[in-house]
């Protein structure tokens, strides 16, 4: 287990606007401020959810789309740094006209219509990912795969 420990920092309030995808927009933000680390939470719509699901037999990532109006029912995720740069990792529930709710790890393509989001900046040494060949994912770790412990 890796476990940090993190003094609270700025909380930074978005409302992304229509035809914004929400991954990249939100990434751009971490990546302008200087934002190594923090906690995000939204809710709203989007008129397209672009999903994942991952393949924990085959290591793999499975993409989807869904092309109609949803509603952001909850949204949560974190920015950390992959490859030295900051990385949003976000999962989201989502619900169509009948309540029917369905989601997954959110990825880029992610139509919004309108979205709140409440980021909470993180101070400390931030999370960084890794390649895990255990799990195929790029997962926190706080020793470097390799590094002497
Ligand atoms: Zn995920």
Redesign the pocket.
């Known amino acids: 287990m890796n476990a940090y420990e993190f003094q609270p920092g700025p909380i930074h309030v978005l409302r992304l606007e229509e035809g914004m995808d929400l991954v990249d927009t939100v990434t751009g933000f971490a990546t302008e401020r200087g934002i190594r680390s923090a906690w995000l939470s939204y809710l709203g719509a989007v008129s397209r959810a672009s999903l994942r699901y ?1 393949d924990q037999v085959g290591h793999a990532y499975r993409d989807f789309t869904i092309d109609r109006h949803l509603e952001v029912l909850t949204g949560v995720g974190n920015v950390s740094l992959l490859d030295g740069v900051p990385f949003v ?1 976000t ?1 989201a529930t989502f619900s169509d006209e009948h309540g029917n709710a369905f989601g997954g ?1 959110v990825n880029r393509g992610c139509r919004v219509f309108s979205l709140e989001v409440n980021l909470q900046e993180l101070v400390g040494d931030p999370p960084v990912r890794y390649h895990d060949p255990a799990t195929g994912l790029n997962l926190w770790c706080l020793t470097p795969p390799g590094a002497a412990r």
């Open positions: 991952y990792h999962h790890h």
